[in-house]
């Protein structure tokens, strides 16, 4: 059996409330929830499982998530970032506010989720498609 990439925990302070965010905005289903997580599964089998973080915990550590999604999903994501006013920017360092960029020739965009975590739109993998 090849390895592969099947499911990662993604701490929030309200598993529904960011589950429902990451759903809303990449245009997928939510799964039924399994124990403390609620699923986003993706489209190439790779779940996306949401759980609360202890309530002690008061910070969470931000992740970075990178989703390559095809242009007209592009479209209906950014429209959805701009309908809820979040700012984004153009690169890692939060610089190009409220920008996307073009790199590799594609679309790419920042922002955070309600939990603090960065994610990533892009349109073209880094380095551009294969030849």
């Known amino acids: 059996m090849s390895v592969q990439f099947n499911h990662t925990i993604v701490g929030c302070h309200d598993n529904r409330v960011s589950a429902e965010f990451w759903a809303d905005t990449l245009g997928l289903e939510i799964g039924a929830p399994w124990g403390p997580f609620i699923p986003v599964p ?28 095809s242009e007209t999903e592009f479209d209906t994501a950014y429209a959805k970032i701009q309908r809820y ?38 349109t073209v993998p880094y380095g551009g498609w294969p030849t």
Do not use: C, K, M
């Open 85 to 122: 006013g979040l700012e984004h920017w153009a690169d890692p360092r939060q610089q190009g506010v409220d920008e996307i960029n073009h790199n590799d020739g594609g679309r790419g965009v920042y922002f955070l989720d309600p939990s603090g975590h960065f994610l990533e739109l892009i």
């Open 42 to 69: 993706l489209d190439n089998g790779v779940t996306l499982d949401f759980a609360n973080v202890p309530p002690h915990v008061t910070e969470i550590q931000p992740q970075h998530y990178a989703f390559l999604i």
